[in-house]
């Protein structure tokens, strides 16, 4: 079956920056396109970024672009969410996910079939 397991949240200042990662299994990762999506206590699910099957294409939300980058690397069955400048307003538990389409980048999290169980990123001073 599909796992997705997220690694790398924690603690940073204002500013900081930090590495996420999930690890995939149980499909054919190179064949879907994965996202990052978070939620903060008491909003909904929100998309942060999408990357296409070859990485050719990628997509992000407009209160992280230029300050996240979303990687693959399907030898290692891996997506990664790099995020730099953070803000006390990315502070959020972080979900990777699998699309359920193979050829679009979705922001809707319904369009995502499996999810991790999340790692959590708090920004503060």
């Known amino acids: 079956q599909v796992e997705l397991v997220e690694s790398g949240g924690g603690l940073a200042q204002p500013g900081g920056s930090l590495r996420l990662s999930c690890a995939a299994s149980g499909f054919t990762f190179n064949s879907y396109p994965m996202g990052w999506f978070r939620q903060a206590p008491g909003k909904e699910r929100e998309f942060v970024a999408a990357i296409s099957r070859g990485s050719v294409s990628r997509d992000y939300a407009g209160s992280v672009r230029g300050r996240f980058i979303i990687s693959r690397d399907n030898a290692d069955n891996t997506v990664s969410l790099e995020m730099n400048s953070l803000k006390p307003e990315d502070t959020a538990l972080y979900y990777c996910?699998?699309?359920?389409?193979?050829?679009?980048?979705?922001?809707?999290?319904?369009?995502?079939?499996?999810w991790g169980q999340g790692t959590q990123v708090t920004v503060t001073s």
């Open positions: 996910a699998k699309s359920r389409y193979r050829s679009i980048l979705p922001p809707d999290p319904r369009d995502y079939d499996s």
